[in-house]
């Protein structure tokens, strides 16, 4: 058995996530899917991580055994041939029989997109949260790097990470920065709780809207509850960038 690291990109509008669900179609099940044309017989798939109905991925990365000795060349034109064209495969590679895309991974990066403009232009309204009224867009600024560091997240984890055993995650990097009419959030961390990303982006909303003040990001994590955040921005604008891993995998 060979063990496979893909990594992927994909347009999660009219998809349900990544996670195979009953009844629904989804980026995971689409994968399992045309690896089982190929192998002809159920390919478990394990993604980096789940990423939610509407989110999209430029660099998702999964990995799955696979006895079909197909060259990884190959394997990749074959997958993207079967695949839906709102999903490619963008690598295939042979890796370690340690390798796993989820519990290896070293650190992931996001990036939430927000448009500014009055007018949205059409062919990217699928990819930015439209917000064109009145922000202070310095202090959100100021804010977003508030959340760098080794902290306990549980404030910003849908649900107050129940059930976890531990909501502490490590940002290297939260950046804000104006981009023409786009507002651009960047996050690199350890890993992140679910919604965490987007939690962050409406708590920074509510920074830009004059309801919480940079100061305020040490009370919310020190809190730790979901309560004391801001709301949920919606998955439209949200984007997996990339996943790390030790070399060689």
């Excluded at 893909?6 to 099940?29: K, L």
């Excluded at 060349?73 to 064209?85: F, T, V, W």
């Excluded at 987007?198 to 040490?218: F, H, K, S, Y």
């Amino acid at each position: 058995m060979r063990n496979l690291k893909i990594t992927v990109s994909y347009e999660g509008t009219d998809f349900c996530g990544w996670q195979v669900q009953p009844d629904q179609r989804t980026i995971q099940g689409e994968i399992e899917a045309a690896l089982e044309a190929v192998e002809e017989r159920p390919v478990k798939v394990h993604g980096s991580g789940r990423t939610d109905a509407g989110v999209h991925a430029l660099g998702q990365v999964a990995s799955f055994h696979l006895a079909n000795r197909i060259p990884c060349e190959n394997l990749q034109l074959a997958l993207n041939h079967r695949l839906p064209p709102a999903i490619r495969v963008l690598r295939v590679e042979e890796v370690s029989e340690g390798f796993h895309a989820r519990y290896s991974a070293t650190a992931k990066t996001y990036e939430y997109r927000i448009w500014r403009g009055q007018v949205c232009p059409p062919f990217i309204r699928r990819y930015v949260w439209r917000l064109p009224y009145p922000l202070d867009e310095a202090a959100m600024v100021a804010a977003a790097p508030l959340f760098e560091g080794e902290r306990d997240f549980r404030s910003l984890a849908t649900g107050d990470g129940a059930g976890l055993e531990s909501t502490v995650r490590t940002i290297y990097s939260s950046r804000l920065e104006r981009e023409g009419e786009q507002l651009t959030y960047r996050v690199r961390g350890s890993g992140f709780l679910y919604n965490m990303v987007r939690n962050i982006v409406g708590t920074l909303l509510e920074v830009g809207r004059g309801n919480l003040r940079p100061a305020d990001i040490e009370r919310i994590l020190a809190g730790r509850s979901r309560a004391l955040a801001g709301p949920t921005a919606p998955s439209v604008g949200l984007f997996l960038v990339s996943v790390e891993y030790p070399e060689p995998c």
